[in-house]
């Protein structure tokens, strides 16, 4: 099925432990982001690409790294996880006006 | 000052209700998205205006361009449309376009 496949849904990270949030698109869009959603808040840009070999930050990059090797592939990396970066994470990717995301991966980090 | 406000926050209604969700934006803008989260989390967009009024089933979007304001309309309404509606204006950014949420209305109805 087409569409943004996200890995892990579910994830438990210990304070200082380092992990990689996977996205995967086939719709052959250009853009793509990652978003964080804290409990009862709205989406927040992490990092965005409007390309491969193209990323830039978004309003809340700090703890996050990405990289766009490829069109399909957007992974997000967390270094050092914080308590604070306990959240839902949302990926999605855009062709013009028309958004698709994925289904989230919930993070806690004890 | 948020670009993006929503109103209101939270709405519980009776099913069988006509709903309205409002919002209002800032800056000028290129599109409009109204989306919806429901309780398991899926993001799933269900319109994008730039101008006029859309409608898919019981759902209904309008917008005024010359009042930065939008409308989404549930006619009615079902306890399944019980979920966060979201408006997100699309503009132009640092030379990339990007998309600035609304905190989201969280909606119930109830049977």
């Known amino acids: 099925n087409a569409g943004v496949t996200q890995t892990p849904k579910f994830r438990i990270l210990k304070i200082g432990q380092s992990m990689t949030l996977q996205c995967a698109q086939d719709?052959?869009?250009?853009?793509m982001y990652w978003y964080r959603q804290d409990p009862g808040m709205g989406l927040k840009l992490i990092y965005y690409?409007?390309?491969?070999?193209?990323?830039d930050k978004g309003e809340v990059p700090n703890g996050y790294n990405v990289s766009r090797s490829t069109t399909e592939d957007f992974p997000l990396r967390l270094e050092l996880a914080a308590p604070s970066q306990t959240s839902v994470y949302f990926c999605?990717?855009?062709?013009?006006?028309?958004?698709?995301f994925g289904s989230g991966t919930r993070l806690t980090v004890v | 000052k948020n670009e993006v406000e929503q109103s209101p926050q939270n709405l519980t209604a009776q099913e069988g209700e006509f709903i309205t969700i409002n919002c209002s934006y800032s800056?000028?803008?290129?599109?409009l998205h109204w989306l919806q989260q429901h309780p398991g989390g899926g993001i799933v967009s269900l319109f994008m205006l730039s101008s006029g009024k859309k409608k898919h089933g019981r759902l209904i979007a309008t917008i005024n361009i010359q009042e930065k304001h939008s409308s989404l309309h549930i006619t009615a309404s079902h306890p399944r449309d019980s979920a966060v509606y979201i408006c997100?204006?699309?503009?132009?950014?640092?030379?990339?376009?990007?998309?600035?949420w609304g905190a989201g209305t969280k909606l119930i109805i109830k049977p």
């Open positions: 800056v000028g803008i290129s599109a």
């Open positions: 997100a204006v699309h503009l132009l950014l640092d030379s990339n376009y990007q998309l600035i």
């Open positions: 999605a990717s855009s062709f013009h006006y028309g958004y698709t």
């Open positions: 719709m052959n869009h250009n853009y």
């Open positions: 690409s409007v390309g491969a070999g193209i990323t």
